[in-house]
């Protein structure tokens, strides 16, 4: 491990300050489960760390105004077990249930959640494997090698990477937002708009300048969190990376009619991934097999596989069928 000064900041403003003292090389250290990982790795190698897990206003979880209100310093499993995240937000919750084990989800935190980064194995494989996330310039393993895991949306010719978390693709359902602060400024930035796809430049994976911090995530209240839910398809049933994934929210009318729909895809793109034109098809119909099965359809209409992944467009139809026909269940009872 490389040398790095360490700050420990013990409000947002020190934070932001600490960011902005180490340079462009400075990271946030929150709930420790990834950076420390890649350090040692030696993917990240930072010369100044901020950690921000003592900032007390970080950790507050607010539910009773009109919107969700999550610290970014919060608890992954906190928010999980939240009562009424639990009971009117199943998609949100079960995000944060199936992502990680339950030892790494009472450590890490719902915003460093959202900005981990790949597990594309030779991102984090070393300098004998080409990436150009890791090392710009030097050329991507995965495009020509196993892309099982890859993404079917989203990728360029420079990295194929699969965005790894599960949260951020509920949060994309419910048009979530998060708070950040920087030196100059508050701003407000929608999950949509929080990550990038690679294009030319892997290496930038969202939004943030290096000097912000993410300091609240804000959801909307919505019906649709009744009748909602977070579908992971993996290799193993536990501690594992989506295959693909689907979170979903309905209403439906008294008649039985979807007046409001909600889909958006994990596992298999570069950033989490809304898909509108599934979510169109639905409006005004039933919800049935069939029905669930063409939005499916829809979503996966663009998919472009590689190598070995294209067996992962029929599993992810089956998911966002499966998906909704849950979130269908809950919507109506
Ligand atoms: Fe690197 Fe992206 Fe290629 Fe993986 S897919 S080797 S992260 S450039």
Request: aromatic share 6%; charged share 25%.
């Amino acid at each position: 491990m490389r040398p790095f000064t360490y700050t420990a900041a013990r409000t947002v403003d020190q934070a932001v300050e600490a960011l902005a003292d180490g340079g462009p090389g400075a990271k946030v250290l929150a709930g420790g489960t990834t950076l420390y990982d890649l350090m040692k790795l030696r993917v990240e190698n930072p010369r100044a760390v901020v950690d921000i897990s003592r900032i007390a206003e970080l950790t507050e979880i607010d539910v009773s105004g009109p919107e969700l209100r999550f610290g970014a310093g919060a608890r992954m499993a906190d928010v999980a077990d939240h009562p009424t995240v639990r009971r009117d937000y199943q998609a949100l919750s079960e995000s944060l249930w199936r992502a990680a084990s339950q030892q790494l989800r009472n450590m890490a935190t719902v915003g460093g959640n959202l900005l981990q980064r790949t597990r594309c194995s030779y991102f984090r494989g070393g300098p004998a494997f080409p990436c150009n996330k890791r090392e710009p310039g030097s050329g991507c393993s995965a495009i020509d090698g196993i892309d099982r895991h890859h993404a079917l949306f989203g990728g360029s010719d420079a990295c194929i990477a699969t965005y790894p978390g599960d949260w951020a693709i509920a949060l994309l359902a419910f048009d979530a937002m998060v708070d950040v602060v920087g030196p100059a400024a508050r701003r407000t930035i929608p999950v949509a708009d929080l990550h990038r796809e690679p294009g030319s430049t892997p290496q930038r994976e969202h939004n943030l300048a290096p000097d912000e911090v993410i300091v609240r995530i804000r959801v909307p209240k919505t019906r649709a969190g009744r009748g909602s839910t977070y579908l992971k398809i993996r290799d193993r049933e536990s501690y594992a990376f989506a295959l693909a994934s689907a979170a979903v929210g309905l209403t439906v009318s008294r008649r039985g009619r979807i007046e409001e729909c909600r889909v958006a895809l994990g596992g298999v793109a570069t950033r989490p991934w809304r898909v509108p034109a599934a979510e169109h098809t639905l409006i005004g119909e039933r919800l049935t097999e069939d029905t669930a099965r063409r939005a499916g359809e829809v979503a996966f209409a663009g998919a472009r596989a590689g190598h070995h992944n294209g067996f992962r467009i029929e599993l992810g139809i089956r998911t966002v069928t499966e998906a909704l026909m849950i979130a269908g269940t809950r919507a109506t009872r």
